[in-house]
């Protein structure tokens, strides 16, 4: 097994680590650990932009809990904080999906739907090909303009100081 130091690297991490492009796409609901472990793992996330599909790391109730918040102030906040959104759509505005595709529903798929989304990962993958690192959620014009302003300035400030 691959080590880096005394931690061991999370499975999903390997093929990226390795120099393969990992492509993940988000036809529904991205839930917990499953969503956590590989989705996240991934060099490109590619979702479809349907109002049905949330993203999730916890349960609304366990992250009211967790922010000491009930649930309508944490639904409130979400309205400021993409971060803390559910919705693909504030995800969107994170800067870390590479695509968000319109006009497929999660639930009902064509096979020209399934063409597009095919011919998509391939320009994922030709997009990562020489990128190992999870920067793109960080440098593309989306990231840039809203949602990771804040992240940008502190990557800075470290860089500045190192």
């Not at 609304?60 to 918040?69: C, D, F, L, N, P």
Request: with cysteine; net charge neutral; hydrophobic share 45%.
């Amino acid at each position: 097994m691959k080590r880096c130091g005394a931690i061991w690297n999370n499975v999903a991490t390997w093929p990226r680590q390795a120099g393969h492009p990992v492509i993940s796409f988000i036809p529904g609901d991205a839930v917990s650990g499953g969503f956590l472990a590989h989705g996240l793992q991934s060099n490109r996330m590619i979702a479809l932009a349907d109002e049905s599909i949330t993203i999730q790391a916890m349960s609304k109730a366990s992250a009211a809990r967790i922010t000491q918040r009930t649930i309508a102030e944490l639904e409130e906040a979400t309205k400021h904080v993409p971060a803390m959104a559910y919705d693909i759509f504030n995800y969107q505005k994170l800067g870390a999906l590479y695509k968000l595709v319109e006009g497929i529903a999660s639930n009902d798929p064509s096979p020209a739907n399934v063409a597009q989304i095919e011919k998509l990962i391939d320009e994922a993958i030709t997009s990562a090909q020489d990128d190992r690192t999870l920067h793109f959620r960080y440098e593309n014009p989306v990231a840039k303009a809203s949602g990771r302003k804040a992240t940008l300035a502190m990557r800075q400030a470290v860089a500045d100081q190192w």
